[in-house]
């Protein structure tokens, strides 16, 4: 049997040492051979109120160091059957989120060619379309399940139209999503106008607004959201504002009235089965969060969507 990647234990070498990487996996030079590759994505120039995410990989990696290996609600056993490493950040361009857009769909366009599935951390939610964009080019338009408290819908932002809230409306318009596959869960807060959220339902988009939300199991969401999208190819992207502020305080733009962290454990554990061809957790911004724990949650997500993606068993 090929020997699988593992994450260091911390008994065997101490918790706060070791790499910096997602759950202390080896940090991966070549995809050769890998499942599944995490990536950082550290960007915040398309961010439009608080920035700070470019921050994000470096404090969910620091963060991700007490994840151990075995799911133990689930059993999901994500290191026994998949060979996971972290590849490392996008060297993205700091002064140019066009360009930084194009190395994204770039670096994708290759990691895809090979067949892994990429985990990417955030960065901003812009770093989304150029991803979609590249899946849609291997795969064809996707589904998409958008955990977020916003639709990220706008038509542009001070006359741009590739922002962190603009993803899914150019998402929309290029033909990279199928539309009534596309589920935004979690939705709430003010809006510019009142028909913000009306316009994408008119697409097809499919609204689980978050008080409709409040005081509910998610347990049961996932396997209805299955039922619907079938083995179609599906993108999971949470926006970690997703979550009340209570929860993950440390993001750019915060609404009140989210989920709760059992909430997004609820949802995510719900969605096995799915044909998940990629991931992403953006809106990270360490410099809000004081107490790390926004990070903790992020990694602890991630580490949640791995244990959920084709191909893992269960113990
Ligand atoms: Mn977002
Ligand atoms: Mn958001």
Known sequence: MTQLNQPISGNDLA????PSTFMRLPQATSLDGL???????PMDIGTSWRSGTR??????????????????ATGAAPFDSLNVADIGDLAINTFSLPDSLRIIEE????????GIIPMAMGGDHSITLPILRALARKFGPVSVVHIDAHTDVNNE???????????????????LIVPDKTYQIGIRGTGYEATDFSEAASWGFQHFPANELWGRSLSGMGAEIRRDIGSRPVYLSFDIDALDPAFAPGTGTPEIGGLTSMQALELLRSMGGLNVVGCDLVEVSPPYDATGNTA??????????LCILPGVTKK
């Open 55 to 72: 921050f994000g990989p470096k404090e969910i990696r620091n963060q991700s160091a007490i994840i151990r290996p075995y799911n133990m």
């Open 296 to 305: 903790l949650t992020a990694a602890s997500l991630m580490y949640e969507m």
């Open 107 to 114: 670096s994708y366009d290759a990691i895809l060619s090979t």
């Open 35 to 41: 499942d599944v590759a995490v990536l950082g994505v």
């Open 15 to 18: 918790r706060f040492s070791g």
């Open 157 to 175: 932002m001070f006359g741009e139209k590739e922002t962190h809230g603009t993803v899914f409306r150019r998402a929309h318009e290029e033909g």
